[in-house]
C-alpha cells in the first residue's frame, strides 16, 4: 500500500529533495520495526512510499520515520504518524428487565447486530434493565473499547433522550460489557410514560463508525408521572453520563475438587461415627425407647445439615450467608447431641451398673443341740 506524506521545515514550508540524497524511510509500530530502508518517491508535491500491505492489517498507530541529507552533507530526520481503523462489531446482544437489582442468571432475550426484538417489553418505576453484549475490532475481542454504553430513547421529536447515557463496564471473567439501567432512579431517568427505544451505543477510536443499534421497544408505566409535559433538550437537565458497579461473579471450583472436597466431608462423618461407637454408648436402647430414638434423629440430621452446609459453602454460599444458617444450627445441634448421647450412655444413677440379672444365695445356719 501507498503511504503518502509531506516534508516542511519549521516554518512550514515544503522541502525540495531535488539536490538531497534519497529519502529513506522506517515503518515502526509500538516501537518494533516492521519494514527498514524504503525509499520514498516523489509524487507531485507530495512524496510516497510502498509498504507491505500484510504490516497494515492489524488496526492501531503506526509511524513512518525518513532518514535524508541534504546538499551541505547534514543529516536529517522526520517522522509522520498514522492510523488505520478496522471494523467495530458486536455479538451476543443479551438482556431482560427484571423487579429486583439482582444480576438474573439467564438472559430471556437476545438480538443480533442490527436486529431489534419484536416483543414490547414493559417496565415500571420498580423495574431494571440488564444488557450485556460482547465488542469486537476486526473479529477480534476487544477489552479496551473507547467507549460503551446503554440508554433509553424517546420517539417525541422534542425529546431525544429519557436516561442519561450508562457507560457499560467490561467483565474480564466473562469477556463481556455489562449495564444496568435503574428505571426508579430519579436523577438519571425521566418519568414520563411512554413507549421507548433501548439503544447500544459503542465506539472506538480505531472502529471506523459508531455503533448505535435500538435493541427493543420498552414500554415505561410509572404509578406516579411527574406533572406537565416531558421537557425539551434545552430543558433537561439528566446528567451526561453514569456508572453502575457491578459485584464479581463467584467462580465455581472446578469438578475435581468439589469430588476431593466430597470426598473429605465422608471422611470427617465416618471419623464422626467411629468416635460414637468408642464413648460405651448403649445403641440397644435407640429402637426401643421412643424419647432417645427422636432425639438421636433430630441430631443427627443437625449433623448432616452442618456437613450439607458445608458443601454448599464450597460449591455456592458466601461466608456470610454460611455463617448465618451455622449459627442457627450449631445451638440445636449442641442441645439435642448432648440429651441423645447422655440417654445412651451405659451408666445412669437410676438404672444398674451391671445389665444381667443377680442370682442371689441364702444359708441358713442350724446350731446343734
Not at 291 to 315: D, E, N, R, S, T
Request: include cysteine; aromatic fraction near 8%; charged fraction near 20%.
Amino acid at each position: 500500500q501507498e503511504l503518502p506524506f509531506q516534508l516542511s521545515n519549521l516554518v512550514d514550508e515544503a522541502v525540495d529533495l531535488s539536490k538531497t540524497s534519497k529519502l529513506k524511510c522506517d515503518l515502526l509500530k509500538d516501537l518494533t520495526t516492521l519494514e527498514s530502508g524504503k525509499i520514498a518517491s516523489k509524487s507531485g508535491a507530495n512524496y510516497k512510499i510502498d509498504v507491505e500491505s500484510k504490516n497494515l492489517k492489524e488496526a492501531g498507530s503506526f509511524t513512518l520515520r525518513c532518514n535524508f541529507t541534504n546538499e551541505k552533507g547534514v543529516n536529517y530526520q522526520t517522522s509522520s504518524n498514522y492510523l488505520v481503523k478496522t471494523e467495530l462489531t458486536i455479538s451476543e446482544l443479551m438482556f431482560d428487565i427484571v423487579q429486583s437489582k439482582k444480576v438474573p442468571q439467564v438472559y430471556r432475550y437476545q438480538v443480533k447486530q442490527g436486529q431489534t426484538a419484536q416483543e414490547q417489553l414493559e417496565a415500571n418505576q420498580n423495574s431494571f434493565i440488564y444488557i450485556k453484549f460482547r465488542a469486537s475490532l476486526a473479529g477480534k475481542p476487544s477489552a479496551q473499547i473507547t467507549f460503551a454504553g446503554v440508554r433509553l430513547t424517546s420517539q417525541e421529536a422534542r425529546l431525544k433522550y429519557a436516561t442519561s447515557l450508562i457507560e457499560a463496564l467490561y467483565n474480564r471473567d466473562t469477556q463481556q460489557y455489562e449495564a444496568l439501567i435503574d428505571i426508579g432512579d430519579p436523577e438519571h431517568v425521566l418519568p414520563y410514560n411512554g413507549v421507548y427505544n433501548l439503544e447500544v451505543v459503542i465506539g472506538d477510536e480505531l472502529a471506523q463508525t459508531t455503533i448505535k443499534q435500538s435493541i427493543a421497544k420498552v414500554s415505561l408505566l410509572f404509578r406516579k408521572q411527574a406533572p406537565n409535559d416531558p421537557p425539551t433538550d434545552a430543558t433537561n437537565q439528566l446528567p451526561s453520563e453514569i456508572q453502575h458497579n457491578f459485584p464479581p461473579e463467584r467462580r465455581k471450583p472446578s469438578a475435581i475438587l468439589t469430588l476431593i472436597f466430597l470426598v473429605a466431608i465422608g471422611v470427617v462423618f465416618l471419623i464422626f461415627l467411629g468416635v460414637l461407637g468408642k464413648l460405651n454408648l448403649n445403641f440397644g436402647r435407640f429402637p426401643s425407647d421412643s424419647g432417645v430414638a427422636l432425639k438421636m434423629i433430630l441430631f443427627l440430621a443437625c449433623v448432616f445439615a452442618i456437613l450439607g452446609l458445608l458443601v454448599l459453602f464450597w460449591i455456592k454460599f458466601n461466608l456470610m450467608q454460611t455463617l448465618t444458617y451455622l449459627s442457627i444450627l450449631i445451638l440445636p445441634t449442641i442441645i439435642l447431641g448432648n440429651s441423645a448421647l447422655g440417654s445412651l450412655s451405659l451408666i445412669h444413677i437410676s438404672e444398674p451398673t451391671r445389665q444381667a440379672e443377680i442370682s442371689y444365695a441364702v444359708f441358713c445356719l442350724k446350731k446343734k443341740k
